[in-house]
């Protein structure tokens, strides 16, 4: 199955979120796809995000994770889902900070140094970092359509879906379409 990296994919308005994001229903286990299955797409997914990722000023230019690295980023990934998740749900546990800081500073030893180039898990661990550390915790949500975890960056804190034009939409069409077939059935 072919996959492009679209701007949507990066609606979660930090670079740790994105990655988390990258397991697409991931509590379905018969439809649940880990969109980094593939190792070209993870590479991929580097460059993308040189596009479409909210921090992409913050790191530099990201790199594609070493083949030798891909397994302590993929615990990464999982750490910072889980612990995120939880936060969002009220049911954040000290077990799952903990194994988000180990996963992340597992990387940070490896890539010490903020450089021009920065390898994509170097970046995504520092913006776990960042984020576990964010001030406003409830900006921190969860798409009802998806699932995915987004920060709310809007002035008043109300955004519903990661992403309007395909959430939101999708909500909307839904809700459309409910109602419309109660007319036709009354």
């Given at each position: 199955m072919t996959f492009s990296w679209t701007?949507?994919?990066?609606?979660?308005?930090?670079?740790?979120?994105?990655?988390?994001n990258s397991v697409i229903l991931r509590f379905d286990a018969e439809r649940r796809i880990d969109r980094y299955a593939d190792p070209a797409a993870?590479?991929?997914?580097?460059?993308?995000?040189?596009?479409?990722?909210?921090?992409?000023?913050?790191f530099g230019t990201l790199e594609p994770v070493a083949p030798?690295?891909?397994?302590?980023?993929?615990?990464?990934?999982?750490a910072a889902d889980r612990h995120f998740r939880a936060?969002?749900?009220?049911?954040?546990t000290g077990?799952?900070?903990?194994?988000?800081?180990?996963?992340?500073?597992?990387?940070?030893?490896?890539h010490p140094a903020k450089t021009a180039r920065t390898p994509l898990d170097a970046a995504t661990a520092r913006s776990a970092l960042m984020l576990a550390a964010f001030n406003e915790p409830e900006r921190l949500k969860i798409c009802p359509n998806c699932?995915?975890?987004?920060?709310?960056?809007?002035?008043?804190?109300?955004?519903?879906?990661?992403?309007?034009?395909?959430?939101?939409?999708?909500?909307?069409?839904?809700?459309?379409?409910q109602r419309q077939r109660k007319d036709f059935v009354a």
């Amino acid at each position: 199955m072919t996959f492009s990296w679209t701007q949507h994919r990066f609606s979660g308005g930090a670079l740790a979120l994105d990655v988390a994001n990258s397991v697409i229903l991931r509590f379905d286990a018969e439809r649940r796809i880990d969109r980094y299955a593939d190792p070209a797409a993870m590479r991929d997914f580097a460059t993308a995000a040189n596009r479409f990722s909210a921090e992409k000023e913050q790191f530099g230019t990201l790199e594609p994770v070493a083949p030798e690295n891909r397994d302590a980023f993929l615990d990464l990934r999982e750490a910072a889902d889980r612990h995120f998740r939880a936060g969002v749900l009220g049911a954040s546990t000290g077990e799952d900070l903990a194994d988000l800081l180990d996963a992340a500073s597992t990387i940070i030893r490896r890539h010490p140094a903020k450089t021009a180039r920065t390898p994509l898990d170097a970046a995504t661990a520092r913006s776990a970092l960042m984020l576990a550390a964010f001030n406003e915790p409830e900006r921190l949500k969860i798409c009802p359509n998806c699932q995915w975890l987004f920060l709310d960056r809007s002035r008043n804190r109300s955004r519903t879906w990661c992403d309007m034009t395909v959430c939101g939409n999708r909500a909307k069409a839904n809700r459309h379409y409910q109602r419309q077939r109660k007319d036709f059935v009354a």
